[in-house]
């Protein structure tokens, strides 16, 4: 038996009634404040939208030169690997692994399921797998932190500037753009309503 | 008992941690696990030994806070000179050179949030062990604020590793990442382990239960 229409808040368990919403509205927890869903805009085109956007920007950010630095006639410049390559050739293995994982290899993911969830269900389709791998989705999202990377390289500019002179190169820009887009395509997935879908007819 | 304020647990409801779904809870045996109609979850009312695996991640957490502070992050080699750079070292050279919005940066998440998250996680846990019913609303807020916070501690872990591609001029000029690199990201992931296996329901079970 399902209450369809009635929804346990995460944070504090109290069992609400949720009347039909408009999209762009929020529910929220009546005795903690908790979020209990958004109802989204337009979630399936503009998720898939931002995701191919993010794509694209990935690509630019992992092949094309990230920072160079200058200082008097040296110039090193490196890749968004450069780092993770150079842990690992330290022994840091864990330490590498870690990065790689928590900014490039997760954000990577991220968009892949965003497409092999919201392809099928934009063209009406049922896949096999698309539940299992929504909610390992859910899982992941905490641990792509590609935004705190961008942070750390600011600060890395700044400790680095008395030395030498820090370039920053096309990549750097993509990232950047990609930590905005990223946020945007996860902001327009309506949780609520891919579940309502992929749970419905079975 | 108002209808208006009932928990699913008191309804004999569950509610699906990974898709939301309320629906009954089958009656089956405690060794066995209920899975969700809808998305194949596990299915339980309540996070699985929550108290204790909080309490343990936290633990392992506070002990590799030390070694994470007293251990040096960085090794910088200049012309034949090495300098160690702790943590604290670090946000000390940022405020000598003027550049204290970046000290603040530094200090704020890689000494203060996670420092808070313990101290916050410490009172969650006992305010429920010693079923406290005081301000739920407020401690559910407290919960929110440390899950979300407590990645941005990983920042210091990322400088690292651009400063170890950057700096790499041979003998002119050379960082390699210190032993507390590792503690240090062993605390961020400890910690953010840890206060997402502690069940924020368990403040309003309490409050029910004194109703």
């Not at chain 1, 808040?9 to 039909?20: F, G, M, T, Y």
């Not at chain 1, 630095?69 to 692994?97: D, R």
């Not at chain 1, 797998?129 to 792509?144: A, C, T």
């Amino acid at each position: 038996m399902r209450y369809m229409h009635q929804i346990a808040c995460h944070e504090c368990d109290l069992v609400q009634d949720i009347p039909p919403m408009p999209a762009g509205t929020t529910a929220k927890c009546v005795r903690c404040g908790g979020v209990l869903f958004s109802a989204k805009v337009d979630s399936i085109n503009r998720t898939l939208a931002w995701t191919v956007a993010g794509l694209v920007l990935y690509c630019v950010a992992v092949t094309f030169p990230f920072l160079a630095m200058k200082s008097g006639s040296i110039i090193k410049e490196t890749g968004l690997l450069t780092g993770v390559e150079n842990l690992f050739s330290q022994g840091e293995t864990v330490l590498a692994s870690l990065v790689l994982l928590t900014c490039l290899l997760i954000p990577l993911l991220q968009m892949f399921i965003l497409l092999f969830i919201f392809i099928p269900l934009k063209i009406n389709m049922r896949v096999k797998y698309s539940i299992p791998v929504f909610r390992l989705f859910q899982h992941i999202n905490p641990w792509s932190m590609m935004e705190i990377y961008l942070l750390g390289i600011l600060v890395a500019i700044v400790k680095l500037a008395k030395m030498a002179t820090i370039v920053p190169g096309l990549a750097v820009v993509a990232f950047g753009l990609l930590v905005i887009v990223l946020t945007f395509a996860i902001s327009s997935v309506d949780k609520h309503m891919v579940w309502e879908r992929l749970g419905g007819e079975s | 008992m108002r209808k208006s304020f009932a928990s699913a647990k008191r309804l004999g409801l569950v509610s699906c941690h990974d898709c939301h779904l309320l629906s009954r809870l089958p009656n089956i045996s405690s060794h066995q696990n209920a899975s969700c109609p809808r998305c194949g979850g596990e299915l339980h009312q309540r996070k699985p030994n929550s108290i204790a695996r909080t309490w343990a991640l936290l633990i392992a957490a506070m002990i590799f806070y030390i070694p994470a502070n007293l251990l040096p992050m960085t090794i910088t080699s200049a012309l034949g000179n090495v300098q160690e750079d702790t943590i604290m070292s670090g946000v000390i050279y940022f405020i000598h050179s003027g550049s204290w919005e970046i000290a603040l940066v530094i200090f704020t998440a890689s000494v203060f949030v996670p420092f808070m998250k313990f101290l916050i996680l410490i009172y969650l846990l006992l305010s429920v062990q010693f079923k406290s019913i005081k301000r739920p609303k407020d401690r559910t807020v407290l919960f929110r604020i440390t899950e979300a916070v407590g990645r941005w501690s990983m920042v210091d872990v990322y400088v690292v590793t651009i400063l170890v591609a950057l700096v790499k001029l041979g003998i002119l000029a050379d960082i390699e990442a210190g032993p507390a690199a590792i503690y240090f990201a062993s605390v961020v992931v400890s910690t953010m382990v840890a206060a997402e296996s502690f069940d924020p329901r368990l403040i309003w079970d309490v409050v029910e239960e004194k109703e």
